[in-house]
């Protein structure tokens, strides 16, 4: 049934304005999924950078402990210089959480005469020992006996250009006139940077810190032009294991929390890689190249933020040209420097790599991961919009068949009101005529009861139909369920529909297959359900006047069955229209157009019959060639008859 133009105006503006909405929608929640991925992203690699820039200088504090805890003093004689070694060692290993970081200290000193010798700090006895150069540090051996050369060369050149002047000797001013030769040497060779013999250094191949002191003469041979400044060294090796198995887990527990990432620290280049600790033992060793960030340890921190080295040169110049006061000594050499020293890697050659801090989402590049939680987010994002609008056409559809339903309830009454209003009239009438006494003797008499009668009948089905029909909606019917004989059931239905079949001269052509089986059933609802097929049948059987009645044994789906089936050779029903003719008040077009009157309670009541009874109710039929209704219903679990029952015209007159 069509809705009123207005309404399916209505209606549908309301369903374009929530489709536009629902689009609306989605294209923002898209949008911001692109934009919290974006925040995502930039966040994740924010919180990467700040927790390897935290191991960074965790790792940083840890070696520059040490290198604060054995700092040396240059105004010390050299063995006074190894006593405050061996007590500033016991004193900081009994303080340190991590004191076996220390696996060896190694002095490098001019003990007798001007060649140096190798002391290596015995921790049991607590006294420095002449020990041989270990496996390992022959290139720091050498660096440092080359650095060593150019120092003396450089002490005696400072010597002769200071001949004549006060030559009272200090770091300070040593390193300065280093900082003036590194201008004005007259060869290409590189000479020491400024500081870099005041400086704590990282031997990444070892691993070791290592650290040169300017040790001077006495002040008096000094002054008296004998001897130079001597060049010691302090070399503490660090334990690989311990940093691998106890610092490391330590620090990387502690910056990145739990086991999200993958963290490796790696030294070498491509060939000659080397894995110094790694959170998973196949990680760092293979290919790098999917690491989500890599961090250089050793690197200072203006080149890990992108800044350019700070230039002092220009300040140098003003003090220079005396523009101003020169300003103390701060530099980590000078004994009076407060801060943590400074740490450099040390380079052998242009190809040397620092140890580089790597890490890597477990579950993927970040770009990854990142963009499975956009999937995720929109998939969760879309699937609330989908349920939403799935429930919005739940409600546009259940509003339409509500509508819809009104408006065949409304038709209901307007068929009931007919229906009812025919036999009232005719009871009505003949009543009337009856105590006006336009009726004369028995015959007429007769005559007017039996239309009475009749349209009372027809009156009573009407209600109780309606009533069946109610009850069978709110599931109130109380069924006697027993084994029932066919012929039982068709007797029950033809009985009650003889008036209607004789009064439109219908004639039934009926056939029982023989033997069959009894079925499950209620008597009166079965008979009810076949008594409504019939009457179907008859008001929609058109000229030909007739009715097949046929029962016959099958194997359906659920086991075996016994179908029933009413035909006619009527109007027939159009295929557009089956889907809809068990739908309670529905009525055909076609069948409202002839004026054939009917209440459209007849067939789902039917089916609600065959329902309760376990059965099912199908239909085929022809427009223009007639319908044929079957009634299905189980077979009962006790033994077939003998012998069957033979139901048509000519055995059975009164229903020809």
Known sequence: MRLPPKDRVVSSAVI???????????????????????????????????????LRQDLYHELASICFALQPDPSLGSEEER????????????????????????????VSGEHP?????????????????????????????????????????????????????????????????????????????RNRFFSW???????????????????????AGKGLPALDWIVIALSPSYLRDHVMPELVTRDFGGAEYQVAVIGGGEEQRRVIYSSDSQFGGQDIASADATLNIFAPLHELAGRPPMDMSAHH????????????????????????????????????????LIARNRKGPLETVVTGIRHRNMALSFGVLLLLAASMGMIIIASQRAQRLARLQMDFVAAISHELRTPLAVICSAADNIADGLVDGKEQLAKYGSVIKNQGQQLNQLVEQILLFAATRQSRNLYNFRPLQVAEILDAALNTTTGLIQSQHVNIESHIEPGLPPVVGDLSALSQCLQNLITNAVKYGGEQRWIGIRALLSHGSRGKEVQISIEDKGLGIDPSELPRIFEPFYRSPAVTSAQIHGTGLGLPLAQSIAEAMGGRLTVESTPGKGSIFTLHVPVADIPAPQTGVALNAAANPKYS
């Open 201 to 223: 250094q990282v031997d990444q191949n070892v691993p070791a810190l290592v650290r040169s002191v300017v040790r001077r003469p006495p002040p008096d041979d000094w002054q």
């Open 317 to 356: 110049s003003g003090l220079a040209a005396g523009n101003g006061p020169a300003p103390p000594s701060r530099h980590a050499g000078d004994p009076r420097f407060p801060g943590p020293p400074g740490l450099e890697a040390i380079h052998y050659s242009d190809s040397d790599k620092d140890w580089q």
């Open 83 to 110: 006593t405050r070694y061996i007590q500033r060692y016991q004193d900081w290993s009994r303080a340190a959480q991590h004191s076996g970081l220390v696996e060896n200290i190694f002095l490098w000193q001019a």
């Open 16 to 54: 374009f304005a929530l489709a536009a909405v629902l689009i609306v929608l989605a294209v923002l929640q898209y949008r911001w999924s692109k934009e919290i991925s974006q925040a995502t992203s930039e966040r994740m690699q924010a919180a990467l950078k700040s927790s390897m820039m935290g």
């Open 117 to 193: 010798q190798l002391l290596r700090l015995n921790v049991t006895s607590g006294q420095f020992e002449s020990a041989g150069w270990p496996a390992g540090f022959e290139a720091l051996r050498a660096r440092m006996e080359s650095m060593t050369s150019d120092f003396r060369s450089t002490a005696e050149n400072w010597k002769l250009t200071n001949k004549g002047h006060d030559q009272s000797l200090s770091n300070h001013s040593f390193s300065d006139h280093q900082h003036h030769l590194n201008h004005h040497r007259p060869d290409d060779r590189p000479l020491l940077v």
